[in-house]
């Protein structure tokens, strides 16, 4: 306002007459600071220049105020709440950077080894079959112990458990059978480590955030519930938007949108996998006619249920992970990936099965009817799954007019209804084939859509692009 400092009134309340002296020495009444740092951004302010309570932050990655005259730090404790949320967005957009590209890097060579996937199957088809000294008791021995190998719950399939090592301790492979595999499919396992350090990653702000959001998140929607005021059908973005004013920061969704993105491409490079062992069983029963092959031929289908059922649940993860940031296209599109994940193990363990009756010589109409019937429910359930996915995430997303919502349906229809009837259609292939032995071969879920894709990170919007 152009007043010297001795026009300043000291003994008044008002904050066009309080002074605050920065670390840099420069000093400035508080109303002026505080229109500098946008405060009324992070508080409610009353007529008289008074916080009255927290607002929900922008959302939008914000850059740290500093002083107007020599742009020094502003350390002053009044402006914590902005300097602090500041400085964690820098944290953040570097981690969400980082993530990015590393992913970058990741999808051209996850779409580099999928083209060597052919000669993969190929050579995993022509493993020298090397009998093992297994017994069934052992079998059951390591399915058991197997099953708390899935890793954390906010962590996709430690590669641990599908190394070389794993393949003889975990697996129970001989040390010959695991060296020849390892050989084959190494490069996968180097990439599938990478991928799974990406999907493992928290930003800082995800990690000052989940422990006081969780908590926050579960009271608020109990106190909905029990308000008849607010008590609704939807209370989810209620309850988000009252802990977002209370916890003093946004959910970011720029590093879980890369940690999402980061499990899917583990769940492709796991398929990969499976396809190859499953060569693999198709080898042993054609090479080894004369040897017993049962016990070999058991511990690799377990193999490759295992992983199977590891992309079932890695995809179920990266749904909760999607769904705490209520990032729902990344949800629904998690969702598409459990629904594959139940189709592929479906298909995977339906097939053996088929193939142990025919081996037994007991695959009669009887039999056939029953297989074909669990296909043919599978297919009517999904579809029916459909429906309900599409209207659950119709009502998931804020639309303000009749446009917005055509284009939320259009964007469904792309990324998740087209992969849903496809997976239909395959059940009901599959039923067919095992009702009329009628020709089949499986279709490739392959999502290359998903692996070929720009990860950028635009570090001015602090959005993914
Ligand atoms: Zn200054």
Redesign the pocket.
């Known amino acids: 306002m152009q007043r010297k400092l001795a026009e300043i009134d000291l003994s008044a309340e008002d904050t066009s007459e309080r002074l605050i002296k920065?670390a840099?020495?420069?000093i400035f009444t508080v109303e002026t600071l505080d229109g500098h740092c946008d405060m009324s951004k992070y508080y409610e302010i009353d007529l008289m220049g008074v916080f009255t309570a927290t607002k929900a932050p922008p959302v939008n990655y914000q850059n740290p105020p500093s002083?107007?005259?020599?742009?020094?730090p502003i350390t002053a404790l009044r402006y914590g709440r902005v300097t602090k949320r500041a400085n964690l967005d820098i944290l953040e957009q570097n981690v969400a950077s980082k993530m990015s590209s590393e992913l970058e890097n990741i999808s051209q060579e996850v779409e580099k080894i999928s083209a060597k996937l052919e000669s993969a199957k190929d050579d995993a088809k022509k493993i020298p079959f090397s009998s093992s000294e297994k017994k069934p008791e052992d079998l059951h021995h390591f399915a058991e112990s197997r099953k708390d190998k899935f890793g954390k719950e906010y962590e996709p399939l430690p590669p641990d458990a599908i190394h070389q090592g794993a393949m003889t301790t975990v697996h129970g492979f001989s040390g010959e059978e695991s060296r020849a595999w390892n050989k084959i499919i190494r490069e996968f396992v180097k990439l599938y480590r990478k991928v799974a350090g990406v999907a493992r990653t928290h930003g800082p702000h995800v990690q000052a955030y989940g422990a006081a959001l969780a908590t926050l998140y579960r009271l608020e929607l109990a106190a909905i519930a029990s308000d008849p005021e607010r008590a609704c059908d939807k209370p989810e973005p209620l309850a988000m938007e009252e802990v977002n004013k209370k916890i003093g920061q946004p959910p970011h969704k720029a590093d879980t949108r890369f940690q999402v993105e980061g499990f899917f491409l583990s769940l492709e490079l796991r398929y990969m996998l499976a396809e190859i062992a499953q060569s693999r069983i198709s080898g042993l029963n054609t090479t080894s006619r004369d040897e017993d092959i049962t016990t070999p031929t058991n511990l690799w289908r377990s193999y490759a249920s295992f992983i199977y059922e590891s992309c079932v649940r890695d995809a179920s993860k990266a749904f909760i992970v999607a769904e705490r940031s209520t990032a729902s296209r990344l949800a629904a599109r998690a969702r598409m990936y459990i629904l594959r994940g139940d189709l592929e193990l479906f298909r995977f363990e339906i097939l053996t099965e088929r193939t142990s009756l025919v081996r037994d010589g007991i695959l009669d109409d009887t039999h056939r009817k029953i297989l074909s019937n669990r296909a043919q429910q599978k297919a009517n359930a999904t579809a029916a799954l459909m429906k309900t996915l599409e209207m659950t995430y119709i009502r998931s997303r804020p639309a303000e007019n009749t446009g917005d919502l055509i284009a939320e349906r259009a964007w469904f229809a792309q990324n998740c209804r087209e992969r849903g009837d496809k997976y239909v259609e395959e059940y009901r292939r599959l039923a067919a084939y095992l009702l009329t032995e009628s020709g089949y071969a499986p279709l490739s879920l392959q999502e290359k859509a998903d692996i070929i894709k720009a990860f950028g990170f635009c570090k001015s919007t602090g959005r993914a692009v």
């Not at 002083?67 to 020094?72: D, F, I, K, L, Q």
């Open positions: 920065l840099c020495g420069h002083c107007p005259t020599c742009r020094g």
